[in-house]
């Protein structure tokens, strides 16, 4: 699915490639969000972004092609917002509200797209996890901690802090408990305040294997 390559951003292509690109995953996203993934159809993507349908074959492939490209593109936008983007979820906040920010925008991405991120997730048993997307929000998060108290077990709480944002646990919130958004994120300021206001009782390292 989502690749850290990201981070080096895509290979650069002509300027109506690139116009064509953004038009066809503009639709396909607005469809998917109308209809959902099993509704996507390559004529219709076609016929809303004003181009052949041949373009959006020799584009993306075939229909699972675009899905994952609709993923990619929102992921793409997040991922320069939290590392290059403005404060308080880009660089130059303090720690625990780059948290929260991130946090919360990782929500709202969630939301946007927790469908395609649940099939995707639950390919198997460690699809979220293999998923290079995934390792850089652990980093991301961990380097904050850290931040935010040095003698915290970082790499652990990251984990922690990304735990609810599962797209499976996401969904069964918001479509089976009713949870509102707003609701999540509150839940979500809540632990990181909890992670600030606790005095850390272990350190950033795995203790030492006893013989």
Known sequence: MIDVGFLGGPPAERADAAHNRR?????AAEMIAARGAEALSMDEVAKAAGVGVGTVYR???DRAALIYAVIDDRERRFQAGFLSGPPP???GAEPLPRIRAFLHALADRTEEQSDLLLTAETDSAYARFNDG????????LAMLVARLDPRADSAYLADA????????????QR?????????????LDALAAGLA?????????PPAPRD
């Open 23 to 27: 038009k066809i995953l503009a639709a």
């Open 59 to 61: 584009r993306f492939g």
């Open 161 to 172: 802090l990304l735990a609810p944002l599962a797209a499976n646990l996401f969904r069964y």
């Open 89 to 91: 979820l880009g660089p």
């Open 197 to 205: 206001a606790a005095p850390a009782s272990g350190s950033s390292a």
């Open 175 to 187: 479509h089976t408990r009713g949870m509102s958004l707003s609701r999540v994120k509150q839940g």
């Open 133 to 140: 997307s995934y390792a850089l929000y652990q980093m991301h």
